[in-house]
């Protein structure tokens, strides 16, 4: 059995690679090969742009992969949607397809595009979005460079950002959010009613979910007083209840938990002054719950 796997080329390329080291799978290639290597004898990879992905999942032609949930949207792709997965280019976080107009344009609302011109990739989202709003306004696809487009070419754009650095470097104000996205693991339907192959794709699914979960959080291990353990016990927000084990000395425990790091610098201080000592941070590869 081998599973056609298409991971994105382009901007998700370089997030995806990491996300699947971490996930345990080492994928070799030159940076011009859309056939890159993976040390998974069932796996046969593909570098696809993400915005073809979805109709090459629909069509059979590969059996699975990464795309944007965006581009599935865009291509109105019939897919078994396997799960979905918040990373993007810069960070673990949804994108945004926004509304973007000139700053000195006197349009404040989507109410206000009746008649104008709209530049974008994501056509069918956006017609979709004006229909629903009962705005008509003549849609036109944008091969590229389309923050330069308002005013001259276009009235307004609707265009893909994480931080929104982009737009404001181009002078552009944001009006509404059209569309937020995030990374979705896609699959042929007929490749999921596949046995062998729904396995492999969902064992890969796990391990993904795992590597994301493992981006934020970390390990947390101390040794604690008995006397001490409720306190400290009582600061350790936990997935599950932290492992707590004897030591050689009966009056110390070692306890150890897994926790958001995003906490980590405000929670060590106070479990040093809960009693805590010999505190050990460390990163984790995978949480699978």
Do not use: C, H
């Amino acid at each position: 059995m081998k599973l056609k796997l298409a991971l994105p080329a382009g901007s998700l390329k370089e997030a995806t690679f990491a996300l699947m080291k971490k996930a345990g799978f080492i994928i070799r290639g030159t940076s011009r090969s859309y056939y890159p290597q993976i040390d998974d004898p069932e796996i046969e990879l593909m570098l696809v742009r993400a915005q073809e992905i979805p109709r090459y999942v629909e069509s059979g032609a590969l059996d699975a992969g990464l795309t944007g949930a965006d581009w599935t949207a865009e291509n109105r792709a019939k897919v078994q949607k396997v799960s979905e997965l918040i990373y993007a280019k810069q960070g673990l976080r949804p994108v945004r397809w926004v509304l973007a107009v000139p700053e000195d344009s006197k349009i404040r609302s989507v109410s206000q595009l009746r008649g104008k011109r709209v530049a974008t990739e994501l056509v069918n989202v956006v017609k979709d979005y004006l229909r629903r709003r009962k705005v008509k306004a003549e849609v036109e696809f944008s091969w590229g460079a389309t923050e330069a487009k308002p005013p001259r070419l276009a009235d307004a754009i609707v265009e893909l950002t994480e931080t929104g650095g982009s737009l404001r470097a181009n002078k552009l104000r944001i009006v509404e959010t059209v569309l937020t996205s995030t990374t979705l693991l896609i699959a042929n339907r007929v490749a999921w009613k596949d046995s062998a192959k729904r396995r492999k794709i969902e064992n890969i699914d796990l391990l993904l979910q795992g590597a994301l979960r493992a981006e934020v959080r970390v390990g947390v291990k101390m040794n604690v007083r008995r006397k001490d353990l409720k306190k400290v016990l009582s600061l350790l927000p936990a997935l599950k209840q932290p492992t707590v084990a004897p030591l050689t000395d009966p009056g110390w425990l070692d306890v150890e938990t897994v926790i958001e790091e995003a906490v980590v610098r405000d929670l060590i201080p106070r479990l040093k002054a809960a009693g805590a000592q010999g505190i050990i941070e460390y990163p984790l590869n995978k949480v699978v719950l």
